[in-house]
């Protein structure tokens, strides 16, 4: 078999690869919950699609809890202003909800509704305010959020997808930090996510 034939052969395994790198160039994170078929077909060529994007210069990696995303690990990369304010609504969110006793690690359960939202702007306002985040602008990130693969809006509201584990894996390894330092959790910096922020389109 010649090169172009086996490569042909190799791409004829692959349906979704135009749809998929469309998908992870845009910043988006592929999620099993979201998107079954798409995963389903990475999953089914993981090996394949690892290989040719490494080929075309794009880390794709896939987590076992069911996302996938490409990753950026050039750590001096500037952190956007939607990276920043994403962590930050995540983070009022999973302490609102740790508050009242649920388990963080069921995010996906979770309905999210403006209401509730609103709720949560009042206990941290003093924090979301110096984001410049008031409820309005919190309905809107979190539009962004499903625009990114971290949530999926429905008719009641809104619910987080398992991306979200990126940022909630940081939130644990921060309060962990914290905790051996003797110091108070606090909200993440930039400097916090420089390692490893999740990417946007505006930090692409």
């Known amino acids: 078999m010649t090169i172009p034939q086996a490569l042909a052969a190799a791409l ?5 690869l135009a749809e998929m790198f469309r998908l992870f160039l845009s910043g988006k994170h ?3 919950m979201a998107e079954p078929a798409l995963w389903a077909e ?3 060529h993981e090996a394949s699609y690892v290989s040719l994007f490494a080929a075309l210069g794009f880390d794709l990696r ?3 809890r069911g996302f996938a995303w490409f990753h950026n690990s050039d750590a001096n990369s500037n952190i956007g202003k939607i990276s920043r304010q994403l962590a930050l609504l995540f983070m009022v969110i999973f302490d609102a909800q740790a508050n009242v006793g649920k388990a ?3 995010f996906t359960d979770w309905l999210i509704d403006s209401a509730w939202l609103t709720e949560v702007y009042k206990q941290q306002q003093d924090l979301l305010d110096a984001e410049g ?3 309005d602008a919190l309905v809107e990130l979190l539009g962004r ?7 999926v809006e429905e008719s009641a509201g809104w619910r987080l997808l398992p991306a979200v584990c990126r940022y909630l894996d940081h939130f644990e ?7 051996t330092d003797g110091d108070e959790p606090s909200a993440p910096t930039e400097e916090d996510w420089a390692a490893d922020a999740p990417d946007d389109e505006e930090n692409s």
């Not at 004829?12 to 979704?16: D, T």
């Open 12 to 16: 004829s395994q692959m349906p979704a």
């Open 30 to 32: 592929l999620n099993r």
């Open 42 to 44: 990475l999953e089914q």
């Open 62 to 64: 896939l987590d076992a």
């Open 104 to 106: 963080l690690q069921r």
């Open 133 to 135: 985040l008031d409820p």
């Open 145 to 151: 959020a499903c625009n990114l693969g971290f949530a």
């Open 173 to 179: 390894s921060l309060a962990l930090t914290a905790k």
